[in-house]
């Protein structure tokens, strides 16, 4: 075998010299390699081998190396000091082997820095680390008591411990008396990092922390040490400048022996070699292509992401059973792959790390580890060089110090069939779905790429430095099929919370009669399910091989429309559930023609209560708002759009303009056409819209910082039509091309400003029928097919002479006892009309709708 440090070495002179025992410089081969990077500090690298950052690995041996490191520390320390103790790690490398180590330990929380501020989380402390490529390590635990160790022990806890160690406290130099603050004082803090090569660090955060929170012992644990002698004796000498007791356990130990001049020669030869061979220029995934699927892993709610706020024992004893069925879903996306890596996403290490030791444990495929890095390596494709392959992206978690370069080495040829991309709900952004991002580029090197998405926690405690400020608790990440709708998962997110155990149909009759009455909300239950006969079935489908053209062209002209306005890297919000067919087409168009994976979620909103605010808020927390565009069906009367409108004016950021796929009532500057057609998704129901029933708000079942709801009707499985409604439309994407991009030309240059003619059309039609109430009036195809399906329809107006987009609407009239009037100057294809003054006699027996007198 060659050893990957060999290159670097014969170039720079650079050895690794074992710590004298036998095999000491062997072993170091076997755990180190050496690279070069464009570093003004520090030319080299140490790459480890059993990281997981750099070098795919074995989740077991990742895993393993960690967890036997936290072993000895427990051994060192005692049960009852491991007991108070809490493991450090450093970001971004170590993140996953601290929280390794505190697993080893078993009853440790765990706290790793990050580089991400936090919204509303303060700061508990900072250090730098001067030879890293980003320096400024932020600690943001939820609990501002964590590093301080008042969380940790009860009073009973306090007296037993004391008693136990005094001895062991006595030699560490720290008062024996029961007082609580020197037993505080006295918990011990262990630190992990990757490696020690100087010891800086490891100087710093101690400075740092100890002048914040003092404590008379510190554990340092490293998967190797490499301090020089010089370096070694100024840890000795500040430890005992501070009072503090410090012990060291590492895997192995030696030192780095570099020539004079080593930094100097090292940068010339990074210059020499950078943007050859395999270190090149972004590229961006072919248009069509698909980049990814995306997998619902069901994370356990409430349990962190990693270490970044915090991690306690509860955490684990809740994250642990939970493994086993995550890994099953990844395994059964993965299909016949044999040869898998799960790649981690820079500080997010640890989820990834335990998917990937429970998928070994699941499958017989051969299971590899690592993970990106914001820290730029050189490439050399040399078997004697640590790091073989580069691929570049941007960065995709909107981070603090804004955009840049991130990196996955040793991917690209590395011969994986699937690689199965694990990142927090933060880093879940346009950028990571953009024709250069990380999907793109992992899907040129491999046939088969998985997003698994962790949801990014975030503290609920309130902010230390305004205690009268009450952060809102953290929102739960979307719901996704095929646990909460047919649609695939990365077809569309839906900000809602699952209602499906929950009873809320009522008979249509008392439904009506209730909310005309005012005594409820139509949006407090639900309209039984209408179930449609097989005349009504082929009916649809009639409908849809008919005008599935006429759909896929206008798909075309508002997602090029938005694209071409509004932003190029939109993120599709669509109004549940008419909407979401309609957002998932847009996505699939952006997909199609340009090769864009676009984000899309569905969210509730409701006539006369407003858009779900909560919604807006997670938006807000994961998106730019400004990216985000709201999507819609169709306009009737643009109750919707007002609606929109108002309830976004207390909201920063979010543009109000819809976007929809017909506007025959003149409402929006945004649309794919303003004629009045069917479209076949609202021929349906649920059957048509993934399975989802329309959305619930009622205030004992959505509380103030909940999502709003819906139910996943699972039952009607065999009767969904929803992927065959997708399907059927996306199949004419390539033949209405150019009448797409000439249509768009057209309406670009074109005077789109609302008229609202729907509006007054529906004002004349309450006032010429005595109705008076414009909500009891549905303009539009649309809409007049939601009164037959689950209101109390009185009568269906029609334009004389409409043809077959009224074939629907005539049969579902007949079944349910409603007249058609054909009449004449109607803006729209028709217009249905609730039941203006209803009571329950307003039906007969057999439910059809009576002429009222």
């Known amino acids: 075998m060659v050893w990957s440090g060999s290159w670097v070495a014969e170039r720079l002179g650079v050895e690794l010299v074992g710590d004298g025992k036998p095999d000491g410089d062997s072993e170091l081969r076997e755990l180190l390699g050496l690279a070069l990077r464009r570093n003004p500090k520090r030319a080299h690298l140490l790459v480890s081998n059993v990281l997981g950052k750099h070098v795919p690995q074995k989740p077991s041996v990742v895993y393993g190396a960690g967890f036997e490191l936290g072993r000895r520390v427990r051994e060192l320390l005692g049960d009852a000091e491991a007991r108070r103790a809490v493991v450090l790690g450093y970001a971004e490398t170590a993140t996953g082997l601290g929280h390794a180590v505190a697993d080893g330990l078993g009853v440790a929380p765990y706290l790793h820095s990050t580089r991400r501020p936090v919204e509303g989380v303060a700061r508990a402390g900072g250090f730098e680390e001067s030879h890293s490529h980003a320096t400024s390590h932020l600690l943001l635990p939820e609990d501002p008591d964590l590093l301080a160790g008042e969380c940790v022990l009860t009073g009973a806890e306090v007296d037993a411990d004391t008693n136990a160690d005094t001895d062991a406290d006595a030699d560490a130099g720290m008062g024996t008396g029961a007082d609580t603050a020197g037993v505080y004082a006295g918990a011990p803090l262990v630190l992990v990092d990757d490696e020690f090569s100087t010891g800086n660090t490891v100087l710093n955060t101690i400075r740092a922390l100890h002048e914040r929170y003092p404590r008379s012992r510190y554990v340092i644990v490293a998967l190797v040490d490499m301090r020089s002698p010089a370096d070694r004796g100024r840890l000795t000498e500040f430890a005992a400048e501070i009072g503090a007791r410090v012990d060291l356990v590492a895997r192995s130990t030696g030192t780095v022996a570099l020539p004079e001049g080593v930094l100097e020669k090292g940068q010339a030869l990074v210059a020499a070699h950078e943007g050859a061979g395999p270190a090149g220029p972004r590229t961006a995934v072919e248009p069509g292509r698909r980049p990814c699927t995306r997998v619902d892993l069901q994370w356990p709610a409430g349990v962190p992401d990693g270490g970044r706020h915090g991690f306690t024992p509860a955490h684990r004893a809740t994250l642990e059973p939970a493994l086993p069925a995550m890994a099953a879903r990844i395994a059964e996306a993965l299909g016949d792959a044999r040869r898998v890596l799960v790649l981690g996403f820079e500080e997010l290490m640890y989820a990834p790390l335990r998917l990937g030791t429970a998928l070994e444990d699941h499958t017989d495929a051969e299971v590899r580890y690592s993970t990106t890095t914001r820290s730029p390596?050189?490439?050399?494709?040399?078997?004697?060089?640590?790091?073989?392959?580069?691929?570049?992206?941007?960065?995709?978690?909107?981070?603090?110090?804004?955009?840049?370069?991130?990196?996955?080495?040793?991917?690209?040829?590395?011969?994986?069939?699937?690689?199965?991309?694990?990142?927090?709900?933060?880093?879940?952004?346009?950028?990571?779905?953009?024709?250069?991002?990380?999907?793109?580029?992992?899907?040129?090197?491999?046939d088969h790429v998985l997003l698994a998405v962790v949801p990014s926690y975030v503290p609920t405690r309130p902010r230390t430095d305004t205690p009268e400020r009450q952060e809102p608790p953290m929102l739960p990440e979307p719901l996704r099929g095929p646990a909460f709708s047919s649609y695939a998962p990365d077809e569309v997110g839906w900000l809602l919370q699952d209602l499906s155990d929950t009873e809320l149909e009522a008979p249509t009759e008392e439904r009506e009669e209730a909310i005309q009455s005012g005594g409820a909300h139509y949006a407090e239950s639900l309209p039984v399910e209408y179930q449609p006969s097989a005349?009504?079935?082929?009916?649809?489908?009639?409908?849809?091989?008919?005008?599935?053209?006429?759909?896929?062209?206008?798909?075309?002209?508002?997602?090029?429309?938005?694209?071409?306005?509004?932003?190029?890297?939109?993120?599709?919000?669509?109004?549940?559930?008419?909407?979401?067919?309609?957002?998932?087409?847009?996505?699939?168009?952006?997909?199609?023609?340009?090769?864009?994976?676009?984000?899309?979620?569905?969210?509730?909103?409701?006539?006369?209560?407003?858009?779900?605010?909560?919604?807006?808020?997670?938006?807000?927390?994961?998106?730019?708002?400004?990216?985000?565009?709201?999507?819609?069906?169709?306009?009737?009367?643009?109750?919707?759009?007002?609606?929109?409108?108002?309830?976004?004016?207390?909201?920063?950021?979010?543009?109000?303009?819809?976007?929809?796929?017909?506007?025959?009532?003149?409402?929006?500057?945004?649309?794919?056409?303003?004629?009045?057609?069917?479209?076949?998704?609202?021929?349906?129901?649920?059957?048509?819209?993934?399975?989802?029933?329309?959305?619930?708000?009622?205030?004992?079942?959505?509380?103030?910082?909940?999502?709003?709801?819906?139910?996943?009707?699972?039952?009607?499985?065999?009767?969904?039509?929803?992927?065959?409604?997708?399907?059927?439309?996306?199949?004419?994407?390539?033949?209405?091309?150019?009448?797409?991009?000439?249509?768009?030309?057209?309406?670009?240059?074109?005077?789109?400003?609302?008229?609202?003619?729907?509006?007054?059309?529906?004002?004349?039609?309450?006032?010429?029928?005595?109705?008076?109430?414009?909500?009891?009036?549905?303009?539009?195809?649309?809409?007049?097919?939601?009164?037959?399906?689950?209101?109390?329809?009185?009568?269906?107006?029609?334009?004389?002479?409409?043809?077959?987009?009224?074939?629907?609407?005539?049969?579902?009239?007949?079944?349910?006892?409603?007249?058609?009037?054909?009449?004449?100057?109607?803006?729209?294809?028709?217009?249905?009309?609730?039941?203006?003054?209803?009571?329950?006699?307003?039906?007969?027996?057999?439910?059809?709708?009576?002429?009222?007198?």
């Open 535 to 853: 005349q009504y079935q082929d009916l649809f489908k009639a409908a849809l091989e008919l005008s599935a053209a006429r759909v896929a062209r206008a798909v075309g002209t508002v997602t090029e429309t938005v694209l071409a306005e509004r932003t190029p890297r939109p993120v599709l919000v669509s109004l549940a559930r008419a909407g979401t067919p309609v957002g998932v087409l847009m996505r699939r168009w952006a997909l199609h023609r340009h090769g864009i994976d676009l984000p899309h979620y569905a969210v509730s909103i409701v006539r006369g209560r407003g858009i779900d605010a909560n919604a807006l808020r997670w938006l807000a927390a994961h998106h730019d708002p400004a990216d985000v565009v709201f999507v819609d069906g169709w306009t009737g009367k643009g109750a919707i759009t007002r609606e929109l409108s108002a309830a976004l004016a207390e909201f920063e950021g979010f543009d109000p303009e819809i976007a929809v796929l017909a506007d025959p009532g003149g409402c929006v500057r945004t649309y794919g056409t303003r004629e009045d057609f069917l479209i076949p998704s609202a021929c349906l129901n649920s059957t048509v819209s993934g399975l989802i029933s329309r959305t619930v708000l009622r205030s004992d079942l959505v509380g103030p910082e909940d999502f709003h709801g819906a139910k996943f009707y699972r039952e009607l499985a065999d009767t969904d039509v929803s992927g065959h409604f997708l399907d059927t439309v996306a199949a004419h994407f390539d033949e209405v091309v150019d009448a797409v991009d000439a249509e768009v030309k057209e309406l670009l240059a074109a005077d789109r400003a609302p008229t609202w003619e729907g509006w007054a059309a529906v004002e004349r039609i309450s006032e010429e029928y005595g109705i008076h109430d414009v909500n009891l009036v549905k303009p539009g195809v649309g809409e007049t097919t939601r009164v037959l399906l689950r209101r109390v329809p009185w009568k269906i107006l029609a334009k004389r002479g409409a043809g077959a987009d009224l074939e629907h609407i005539r049969l579902l009239a007949e079944q349910r006892g409603v007249p058609v009037e054909e009449v004449d100057g109607l803006p729209y294809t028709c217009v249905g009309l609730i039941h203006p003054k209803y009571t329950r006699g307003a039906t007969g027996a057999d439910g059809k709708a009576v002429e009222s007198k």
């Open 377 to 446: 390596v050189l490439a050399v494709d040399d078997p004697g060089y640590a790091i073989r392959t580069r691929l570049v992206f941007p960065a995709h978690d909107n981070p603090a110090d804004g955009p840049g370069d991130r990196y996955a080495y040793n991917v690209a040829g590395a011969g994986f069939d699937a690689v199965v991309l694990a990142v927090d709900s933060a880093a879940d952004t346009p950028e990571l779905h953009a024709p250069d991002g990380l999907l793109a580029q992992l899907a040129a090197h491999t």
